[in-house]
């Protein structure tokens, strides 16, 4: 595993080589600015790889929607939060949308939004020293998902109003005609779907390094960074927790790319990415017209988004021993 990582870091660093020889004769660049772009265009060949990745994920399963929506009625929390896990915002507004149709239960939903990275592991991926987190967020956050998804759906006893139903959810969540992988490679909407992706996160992600180089250079260091944004304070996992409900899948970019810099914690990551439903909240928000059961949802993501968080930051039970299994250390 050691010898896998030290080649995506030879990697990462040889694709760090055309960028530089790109952007340091550019003179009018104050140094911040040329480090936050070189760092960011070195992602660009990893994330787009990536999500070429999942684009034939997506169109696997368009082939089988029948069977998912099957199964997933059946499976509830376990299977929503397996799924969740892949890297996509398409999972929660897909979830959410089924929700507010009462086709998932609460529980479920929640799994799926608890299980849901977004944009935090192609984040970690492109940076290979920050790659052996990985395993231990997914498998962390799964495990947190079913628990979550299951005592909701057996301890919370409020009913949600049934919606008025305007169409049929399959028409709603329909992923569009799927074709044979060797057929579809050759459209452009393959291709062109994995292309503007990845030039959206690229952006979001040279913007906040450039505010985080920015904000470097005035205070001085990480570590002066750091106690600005709470570092080691219990307030953070709560703060992060309550950022993570922004709807946009760009928050968990900010939040993995503030754990990089070492002015967040790995609690507070944590929380902020199990709060972190993505698009599937803009969906809850204007679709879900049951108010009280949206505040429910809200409620319980908070609560225990911020309780783990803080169960983390501080070693509570001990429960660093777990992440000794992957060789990670948390504190």
Not at 214 to 230: N, Q, T
Not at 275 to 300: E, P, W
């Amino acid at each position: 595993m050691e010898n896998f990582f030290n080649v995506l870091l030879s990697m990462s660093e040889s694709m760090m080589l055309v960028p530089k020889s790109i952007i340091e004769p550019i003179g009018f660049l104050p140094e911040f600015a040329k480090e936050a772009t070189i760092e960011s265009l070195s992602l660009v060949p990893f994330l787009f790889v990536l999500f070429i990745f999942i684009e034939v994920i997506e169109r696997f399963f368009a082939k089988k929607k029948h069977l998912l929506v099957f199964f997933i009625k059946k499976i509830g929390p376990l299977f929503g939060s397996l799924f969740a896990s892949i890297p996509q915002c398409g999972f929660s507004v897909i979830a959410t949308t089924l929700y507010t149709r009462r086709i998932l239960s609460r529980g479920t939903l929640l799994s799926v939004y608890f299980a849901t990275s977004d944009e935090a592991i192609p984040v970690l991926i492109s940076e290979p020293s920050m790659a052996v987190y990985i395993l231990p967020v997914v498998i962390f956050k799964i495990i947190l998902a079913v628990i979550v998804g299951y005592l909701v759906d057996v301890v919370v006893s409020y009913k949600a109003c049934e919606p008025v139903i305007e169409e049929q959810v399959s028409d709603q969540c329909r992923l569009g005609k799927s074709l044979r992988l060797r057929d579809a490679v050759r459209t452009k909407s393959f291709w062109l779907h994995p292309i503007r992706h990845t030039v959206n996160i690229f952006l979001f992600i040279l913007l906040v390094s450039l505010v985080l180089s920015f904000a470097l250079s005035k205070v001085g260091s990480e570590d002066v960074l750091a106690k600005y944004c709470l570092m080691n304070s219990p307030l953070q996992p709560i703060i992060a927790s309550i950022i993570g409900l922004v709807p946009n899948c760009a928050i968990s970019v900010m939040l993995t790319l503030l754990f990089m810099k070492n002015t967040l914690s790995f609690g507070s990551l944590i929380a902020g990415l199990s709060s972190a439903g993505g698009l599937g909240m803009l969906v809850l928000f204007r679709r879900n017209g049951d108010k009280k059961d949206t505040a429910i949802i809200l409620s319980i993501m908070v609560v225990v988004s911020s309780v783990v968080g803080l169960v983390l930051q501080y070693n509570l039970f001990n429960i660093v021993k777990i992440f000794e299994v992957f060789g990670v250390s948390i504190i």
